[in-house]
């Protein structure tokens, strides 16, 4: 377990493997775990950062509202601190957003970008999360004992096939998520656009998308394909929101054919 200390809070992330740095960013209610057997693939040519957003996981979160543009800045305090200068970064969900909104502010400090299951527009969110957007709700789901955990496990056999791996994941990092955390966070993704800037991005983009994803709309592959001159969307007809636990062999194989090149 290492950590550092950054101006707004504890950055906490575990590193694995030699070779060229990769920095792996979790969904929305996730955490660095996420990204285990991604970094056990990778090592043999990549050294892998696996970070916990600041209210998330084990990184601070103590009263603190943090936005997607806060995240952006947190990655480039841990570049900075860990005197990364240039590296590959990916993420899942929201990760994934961060991970290409950091590419449109430090275009010098982002070699190429992978996106799992990443809204593009906060429009491609499921209605579930843009409800969890709206403070009274997200208040309400806390207020009820049980009520959130309950849920997502009876929703959970419809978001992945792994869904028991799932569930104990999900379960143990929404223990660890505030609702501030919760809230203003996924408010955040809900008003974020990247359309308009999409042109600008002029390294390799690879989108990952499960064609039974739930959680935000695989259509956002397209509008990737759309908008980033060098993007290539990868579509996976038997998986959900999460690729790399529905379909890890073929998961793995795009990503490292991906940064290989």
Same mark, same amino acid.
């Given at each position: ?7 707004? @809070? +504890?950055?906490?992330? =575990?590193?694995?493997?030699? @070779?060229?740095?990769? #920095? ?10 996420? %990204? ?17 957003? %600041?209210?998330?996981? =084990? ?6 509202? $943090?936005?997607?543009? &806060?995240? +952006? !800045?947190?990655?480039? /305090? $841990? ?31 982002? /070699?190429?970008?992978?996106? +799992? ?5 906060? &429009? ?27 849920? +997502? ?12 791996? %799932?569930? !104990?994941?999900? /379960? ?9 955390? $919760? ?29 039974? &994803?739930?959680?935000?709309? *695989?259509?956002?592959? =397209? #509008? ?18 999460? *690729?790399?636990? &529905?379909?890890? !062999? ?6 490292? =054919? $991906?940064?290989?090149?």
């Amino acid at each position: 377990m290492s950590s550092i200390v950054t101006d707004r @809070g +504890v950055i906490h992330y =575990e590193t694995y493997g030699r @070779g060229q740095p990769v #920095i792996l960013l979790h969904c929305w209610l996730g955490s660095w775990n996420y %990204w285990l057997s991604t970094m056990e693939v990778l090592a043999d040519g990549y050294k892998t950062y696996a970070l916990d957003f %600041w209210g998330f996981g =084990e990184s601070g979160k103590k009263g603190l509202q $943090f936005k997607v543009t &806060d995240y +952006v !800045e947190m990655v480039a /305090q $841990f570049m900075d601190q860990l005197g990364i200068y240039r590296a590959r970064v990916m993420g899942h969900s929201m990760g994934g957003t961060v991970s290409l909104s950091l590419a449109l502010a430090h275009p010098e400090r982002v /070699q190429r970008v992978a996106m +799992v299951g990443s809204p593009i527009t906060g &429009d491609g969110l499921a209605l579930m999360l843009k409800l969890a957007a709206k403070k009274p709700l997200a208040a309400l789901a806390y207020s009820i004992p049980g009520a959130l955990p309950l849920g +997502v496990r009876l929703a959970s056999p419809f978001l992945t096939r792994d869904w028991r791996r %799932w569930s !104990e994941m999900f /379960q143990q990092d929404l223990s660890r998520t505030t609702l501030e955390s $919760f809230h203003y966070s996924i408010a955040s993704l809900r008003h974020t656009d990247l359309r308009p800037r999409l042109r600008e991005i002029k390294i390799p983009v690879l989108g990952i998308y499960g064609r039974n &994803d739930r959680i935000v709309n *695989p259509n956002q592959g =397209e #509008i990737l394909a759309n908008g980033v001159p060098l993007a290539q969307v990868v579509y996976f007809e038997h998986s959900g929101h999460f *690729p790399m636990l &529905d379909e890890p !062999e073929r998961f793995h194989q795009t990503l490292r =054919e $991906f940064l290989d090149r």
